[in-house]
């Protein structure tokens, strides 16, 4: 017969092994799930909120389906869009790239603003700072935040949206 104390211990060992199988030893120590295939991104950007003139100006949500891949060396891990329509404004750098931080995906760049002003009137072009954080969910798809800072024009100040990527 087995004591109520030796029982205990199985039960908790075989938690412990069956624990051990669904937590990969990346995930147990920081390290992300590689973030790779098709995913739909999406920017809310009828969502936009912050301090630039631009967050008044309505816009639709936008996105298109990427591809990502993600490579890992030297305890670093990097995912890179390696397939995917190009951004509409051509000073974004490109690939895109977001290295993990231990909890999320993250990027950042610089590149030019190009502030509407309305109908007939040319674009302003400004200098601005964007990063991005896409956090894992239980679910496999990843939420997060793009925010801008415009740092001149009319368009100066912050400009902060949801984001979204969701397996396609």
């Known amino acids: 017969?087995?004591?109520?104390?030796?029982?205990?211990?199985?039960?908790?060992?075989?938690?412990t092994i069956c624990a051990a199988g669904l937590l990969s030893p990346a995930s147990a120590h920081g390290q992300?799930?590689?973030?790779?295939?098709r995913y739909q991104m999406v920017t809310y950007a009828s969502q936009k909120a912050g301090t630039s003139p631009a967050t008044h100006?309505?816009?639709?949500?936008?996105?298109a389906v990427f591809?990502?891949?993600?490579?890992?060396?030297?305890?670093?891990?990097?995912?890179?869009v390696?397939?995917?329509?190009?951004?509409?404004?051509?000073t974004i750098p490109q690939p895109t790239r977001y290295k993990w931080n231990g909890s999320e995906w993250a990027t950042t760049y610089d590149w030019v603003w190009d502030c509407f002003l309305g109908d007939g009137y040319q674009k302003q072009w400004s200098p601005?700072?964007?990063?991005?954080f896409y956090e894992p969910q239980?679910?496999?798809?990843?939420?997060?935040?793009?925010?801008?800072?415009?740092?001149?024009?009319?368009?100066?100040g912050s400009v902060v949206m949801p984001v979204a990527a969701v397996p396609a």
């Open 32 to 37: 992300p799930l590689a973030w790779n295939g």
């Open 67 to 80: 591809t990502l891949s993600t490579t890992c060396s030297g305890g670093a891990c990097v995912a890179t």
């Open 1 to 15: 017969m087995t004591s109520g104390r030796s029982l205990g211990a199985t039960l908790l060992a075989t938690a």
């Open 138 to 156: 239980p679910d496999g798809s990843l939420r997060g935040t793009w925010h801008t800072d415009i740092t001149s024009g009319p368009c100066r």
């Open 82 to 90: 390696v397939d995917g329509p190009a951004p509409g404004n051509p």
């Open 128 to 132: 601005a700072t964007s990063w991005a």
């Open 57 to 63: 100006q309505k816009e639709n949500d936008f996105g």
